[in-house]
């Protein structure tokens, strides 16, 4: 296949062909990913990306605390279209941070009072679905959408509402999802958003930018690391994200 328009999926690629080479046998353990990220000269999250790929394509299992195991055979099944246009879980982190990060400075420099009060109703949304146990609600997106709407300024808006849209229908996303059971992780989320809204509270740019960016590396790292089926030494390699603290806008 020559189709490939991400990384994940080139690399994805490669591993189905050494799937079809007869390299590995239905049965057998694939090496840990930290090796196969850097036969590929990759990073882990690339890596996780392209295993969730072929996952998605029954070509392996992934087991929690044991590894990755090849069930099926490329000749065998048909490719996931489910897969075929998604984007990667950790790539789609990776661009809401550098662009929330930039959109919670800007909403710091407009928003009003109302926004402050929208804010705090999605955040006590949050904490009351946390506390009754829930595991799907709507404040997490609620809280990111509003602090866009408080730009003024509806491309920004769109951006971020469609950025979530493709996340919630994302395959990626929700197989990542299926491999991680403990969801205290989300009281996490609460305490940053707290941090965020503080620093939007106070009109201040660079605090709300640092707060968001912050946020969505502890998101990118959280899910690694409770997604990760062979090595729960992870030592955090994900991109090279550069921190925005004392960085201009």
Known sequence: MSDAKRLYQKVGQELRVMLSSGKFEIGSRLPPEREIAAQFEVSRAVIREALIMLELESLIDVRKGSGVYVINL??????????????????????RQLLESNIAAFAATQLVKS???????ALEQERLALESGQTNYDGDELFHTLIAKATQNSLLEDMVHDLWVRRNNSAMWQKLHTHISNQDYRRNWLSDHQKILQALQCRDPQGARQAMWQHLENVKQTLMVLSDSDDPGFDGYLFDSVPVEGKGA
């Open 74 to 95: 490329p000749d065998n099944v048909k490719p996931a279209q489910s897969a075929a246009d998604d984007v990667g879980p950790f790539e789609m982190l990776q661009a």
């Open 115 to 121: 926004d402050i009060a929208d804010l705090r109703n």
